[in-house]
């Protein structure tokens, strides 16, 4: 051990929906703790991530996008969001510079008006809060380095930024030095997890991330959106190996042929999936049985939410 103080403490990541929030905890972890993909709202949760930088250990804390939200279910995610910001040391609002650059210079794509909205929403919410954040302009390898200026100069007026880093989480360009940036805001303190430990979900939560991300990459349309994952058995066998049941819920029957597809192949694609990334995260052989269920409540129940540290009640 050396003679520097442990540190320790919460960096908090905030955004619209797919600004790249998960992929950058991923990228300062080192490590793959929460999901990602290439649609909206993936995150549901906040979950928590831990990356070192020497003798600070810097609890990152993945949140659900912000965005206006309309169910039940969009209401607990964006609390969550903030509640995420309002227990961190320092809070990091990550923002696709991408789609923004496309929206002044031309060519934007669907999606990228929505996005600059929901960061627009980001830092009006941020004033309310006494903290200042770091603006973390995401995606720079999709767009000209010359546009970057003007677009965090422009962004800063608002007044509630106190720092910028330019990053592309996908390559990890800039990461390294914005991982440094923030271990030196952590405040001294003791560490909240073993130095080995860089995630915290319960293992069968996490397992059902994984399938539910594997949905995601496979089902297209909204269906993504009115489907949950749940993991109802866990068990460990003599051999070492694990058998996970896991039921795929969907609101609607008309939903459950589109999960299935043709003969069963969908299901049995993301099945094959989520299998072998459990495998890599769990380091034993899985036996993975996915089953799917129509729920149409399933946004309604209360033990969904608590489940994962959602507020049902917002
Ligand atoms: N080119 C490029 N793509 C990126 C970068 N960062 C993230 N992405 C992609 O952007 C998409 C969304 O990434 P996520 O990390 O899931 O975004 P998020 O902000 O967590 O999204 P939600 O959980 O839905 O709020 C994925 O397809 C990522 O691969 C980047 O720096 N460059
Ligand atoms: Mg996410």
Known sequence: MSDTPQRCGFAAVIGSPNAGKST????????????????????RFA????????????????????????????KSMVAAAWSGAGEADTIMHVVDAGARARMEHGGAKSGDSRMVEDDDRVTEGLKKTEQKAILVLNKVDLMPR?????????????????????????????VPQLREFIAGLMPEGVWHYPADQVADLPARILAAEITREKVYLRLHEELPYASMVETEVWKKLRDGSLRVEQSIIVERETQKPIVLGKGGSAVKSIGEASRKELEEVLGCKVHLFLNVKVDAKWMARRSHYKDVGLDFDV
């Open 24 to 43: 950058l905890v991923n990228a300062l972890v080192g490590e793959k703790v929460t999901i990602v993909t290439h649609k909206v709202q993936t995150t």
């Open 146 to 174: 010359d546009q970057l200026l003007a677009m965090s100069q422009e962004l800063f007026e608002s007044g509630v930024y106190s720092e910028v880093f330019m990053i592309s989480a996908k390559t990890g360009s800039g």
């Open 47 to 74: 979950v928590r991530g831990v990356a070192l930088a020497d003798q600070t250990q810097i609890v990152l804390v993945d949140t659900p996008g912000v965005f206006a939200p309309k169910t039940r279910l969009d």
